[in-house]
Nanobody, 125 residues
Framework: QVQLVESGGGSVQAGGSLRLSCLPS????????MAWFRQGPGKQREGVAT????????TYSDSVKGRFTISRDNAKNTLYLQMTSLSPEDTATYYC??????????????????WGQGTQVTVSS
């Protein structure tokens, strides 16, 4: 069993930055895929970024590529999402998730076994 706790959300003006954190606890197997998803008002949940803990490989959705950076601090066992150049379109609840299968990372929701409770990000114009 894995528990995920996100933090770092808040309100920011357009053009600003935020860093989200996700601290997992429980099952600590090494090679897993960790990801950030988001769900905006009236929208479906979508993948934002993934990182494979085995080799650090990352992927990003087109909508955030070049603005967001996913990373993991192995010593702190913490997942991060650094968000820059934020726009109102980035307003959403952000979730971290883990796929424990060990398969290559995907942004398909169905592959993720464990989810955090979400943290709200609001970007005003």
């Amino acid at each position: 069993q894995v528990q995920l706790v996100e933090s770092g959300g808040g309100s920011v003006q357009a053009g600003g930055s935020l860093r989200l954190s996700c601290l997992p606890s429980g099952d600590s197997r090494r090679d897993v895929c960790m990801a950030w998803f988001r769900q905006g008002p009236g929208k479906q949940r979508e993948g934002v970024a993934t990182i494979y803990t085995g080799d650090g490989a990352t992927t990003y959705s087109d909508s955030v590529k070049g603005r967001f950076t996913i990373s993991r601090d192995n010593a702190k066992n913490t997942l991060y999402l650094q968000m820059t150049s934020l726009s109102p379109e980035d307003t959403a609840t952000y979730y971290c998730a883990i796929d424990i299968s060990g398969d290559p990372c995907s942004m398909a929701i169905r592959y993720y076994n464990y989810w955090g409770q979400g943290t709200q990000v609001t970007v005003s114009s």
